[in-house]
């Protein structure tokens, strides 16, 4: 019975520091991303993701962004230009790409996409 309670114990300590481990890999990755945002993105697309109507489509609840997570990965990646509709807007200009790692995030700005990994980036990459 003690080998029982202590294997019991032992699996329970495996799994709660495996979920404590990805909880820190996530806020520390959206905190790289947040520095990044600061950094290329936010004159345009504004302090909570907003943007401005007609001009710089909004990244907070966007539909356009979370239709179709590989779409945009790469417009992230390699930039985009021409007319698109971000809830329900009218927007017709362009965005210059950024070369950035692998690590991606989709939970900023109440969006609820789920995270990115490395790996749907390494997929949506040009070949």
């Known amino acids: 019975m003690k080998k029982l309670n202590f294997l019991i114990?032992?699996?329970?300590s495996i799994i709660l520091?495996?979920?404590?481990?990805?909880?820190?890999?996530?806020?520390?990755?959206?905190?790289r991303g947040k520095e990044i945002y600061q950094s290329?993105?936010?004159s345009c697309h504004m302090n909570e993701g907003e943007?401005?109507?007609?001009?710089?489509?909004?990244?907070?609840?966007?539909?356009?962004m979370l239709t179709d997570k590989k779409r945009a990965i790469k417009q992230t990646l390699y930039g985009v230009?021409?007319?698109m509709t971000v809830n329900?807007?009218?927007y017709n200009g362009e965005m210059n790409g950024y070369d950035l790692t692998d690590d991606y995030i989709f939970n900023s700005?109440?969006?609820?996409?789920?995270?990115?990994?490395?790996?749907?980036?390494?997929s949506a990459r040009k070949k």
């Open 9 to 12: 114990l032992a699996v329970s």
């Open 40 to 42: 290329n993105c936010i």
């Open 109 to 122: 700005f109440d969006n609820k996409g789920g995270v990115t990994t490395p790996a749907d980036v390494k």
């Open 17 to 31: 520091l495996s979920f404590q481990q990805k909880q820190g890999d996530l806020k520390a990755s959206m905190q």
């Open 51 to 64: 943007g401005l109507t007609g001009i710089f489509p909004p990244l907070s609840k966007s539909d356009y």
């Open 81 to 83: 230009s021409g007319e």
């Open 88 to 90: 329900e807007v009218q």
